[in-house]
């Protein structure tokens, strides 16, 4: 028998649950533990609300969650409530899945100032992710400016843009509903440092913006590339840039503009106690594909800067930390032995749910060859005990399923749940 701790419950905690049962068959029992009550990650705290096919996924990781040799092991913080030196006392591996969930900073002058938000804590505010529940981003003003040449980017722009009956159907959650339906930036921009050639945008999210209500996209058609080179492009990134072109040739004006800067980056924020100007300077491509800033610097009125720009992985005592490029150090998932790396604490934050599958089998590979079949561990009886000792609340599947009924019958009409967006309310759910 083999005793697997995954620490994570987003797609990469997941999948490596699934590879390791496809391992072990019933030679495995799993425990997938998580900070929050609420499993799944990103997928219920980062995929936008009004994506709800994408966010379906976590159908699958139920199914892995209901077989016997799982268990969710919800709101218990690991590097807190447990560390990582007594789980792998407890497990013959420990697998850390605690993906990327802080925010780059943008490192300018003025990137404190109130009004600036990451994306982190800007799509947690609209997807009820408890830690950020409190934002309040200022809605509206002269503008807003997002930071950022990817689909987060684009995610932010739309959520900003919709009215309150396009977020028909979603879950987002109803305080943010309220406000982005009271509020209206009349410009968000989009901020690019490089050329629509170089955009990490894909064509499905890129075309959406070309059909809200209120909302037209705008692009400067001096800013696009010569046609005839789009041919050397891969062909999702070519379908990607034609919708810029169309975007470029369209005259249709709408009482919001998304426009996108390419060939621009944030050098400054400005505003007194608060946002109020973004100063930008224009850029220029060398030859190793590197935007450099030109010395043209241009003003734009903003009172909300969300910057879309990377995150990082949050360091856990104990283990070793690759600050640079701000995730675990490891070789190929190995941190050390009996510890492993997956999904974005492993390789950082890019790829899309589904780049985390291959990331789970290869962790259960090397957990089959780096193990041996039994070290007699105590596995989660040991957990028990020592959780139980620490008086820490420990929330199951079968708890996580009524909070998640609870929010089913809360939903407003048309809205799939409504979510809690605190622990508490989480923790009340469940007792019901
Ligand atoms: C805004 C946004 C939108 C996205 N949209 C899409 C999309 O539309 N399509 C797509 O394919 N991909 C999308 N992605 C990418 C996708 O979400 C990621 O590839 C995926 O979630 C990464 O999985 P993960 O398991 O590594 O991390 P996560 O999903 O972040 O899961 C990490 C889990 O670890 C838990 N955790 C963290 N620290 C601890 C700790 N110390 N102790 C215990 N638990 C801890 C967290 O609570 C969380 O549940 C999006 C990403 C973002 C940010």
Not at 15 to 34: L, N, P, S, W
Not at 141 to 149: D, E, F, R, S, T
Not at 224 to 246: F, I, M, N, T
Request: glycine share 10%; charged share 25%.
């Amino acid at each position: 028998m083999r005793h697997v701790a995954i620490v994570g419950s987003g797609p990469a905690g997941y999948y490596t649950a699934e590879a390791c049962q496809k391992q072990f068959g019933d030679q495995v029992r799993i425990d997938i533990i998580d900070r929050l009550p609420v499993p799944y990650g990103l997928i219920r705290t980062g995929v936008a609300p009004d994506h709800q096919s994408i966010k379906g996924v976590s159908r699958r990781y139920e199914a892995t969650a209901l077989s016997d040799n799982v268990r969710f092991v919800g709101n218990v913080t690991v590097g807190k409530d447990v560390a990582v030196a007594e789980l792998l006392d407890l497990y013959d591996a420990v697998v850390l899945a605690t993906g990327a969930p802080a925010d780059r900073a943008l490192g300018i002058p003025g990137d404190d100032l109130p009004g600036v938000v990451g994306s982190a804590a800007f799509v947690g505010w609209y997807n009820g992710h408890p830690d950020f529940a409190d934002l309040a981003p200022v809605l509206d003003g002269p503008g807003a400016v997002i930071v950022g040449a990817g689909n987060v980017a684009l995610d932010v722009a739309r959520v900003l843009a919709k009215t309150g009956a396009e977020f028909s159907g979603s879950d987002i959650v109803g305080h943010a509903l309220d406000s982005l339906d009271r509020a209206m930036n009349e410009r968000i921009t989009i901020l690019a440092r490089r050329g629509p050639h170089q955009i990490a945008m894909t064509p499905k999210e890129l075309g959406e913006l070309g059909h809200l209500e209120r909302a037209a996209p705008r692009v400067d058609a001096a800013d696009l590339p010569p046609e005839a080179e789009d041919a050397a492009l891969e062909p999702g990134l070519r379908k990607s840039v034609a919708h810029l072109r169309s975007f470029a040739a369209s005259d249709v004006e709408k009482p919001i503009t998304i426009e996108f800067d390419f060939y621009a980056m944030p050098i400054a924020i400005e505003g007194d106690g608060k946002v109020e100007r973004v100063i930008v300077e224009r850029t220029a491509i060398d030859d190793e594909g590197r935007a450099n800033g030109t010395g043209e610097t241009y003003v734009i009125p903003a009172a909300l800067v969300v910057s879309c720009i990377g995150y990082r992985t949050p360091p856990i005592e104990g283990v070793p930390y690759d600050a640079k490029l701000g995730r675990f150090a490891n070789d190929e998932g190995r941190i050390a032995p009996g510890l492993y790396a997956v999904g974005w604490a492993r390789r950082g934050p890019t790829g899309t749910i589904g780049t985390n599958r291959p990331d789970g089998f290869m962790i259960a590979e090397q957990i089959a060859d780096d193990t041996a079949e039994d070290y007699g561990k105590n596995g989660r009886a040991g957990l028990d005990l020592l959780l139980r000792d620490r008086n820490v609340d420990i929330v199951t599947f079968r708890d996580w399923q009524k909070i998640e009924a609870a929010e089913i019958s809360a939903a407003r009409d048309g809205s799939p749940r409504e979510k809690f967006t605190s622990i508490d309310a989480m923790l009340a759910a469940r007792a019901e």
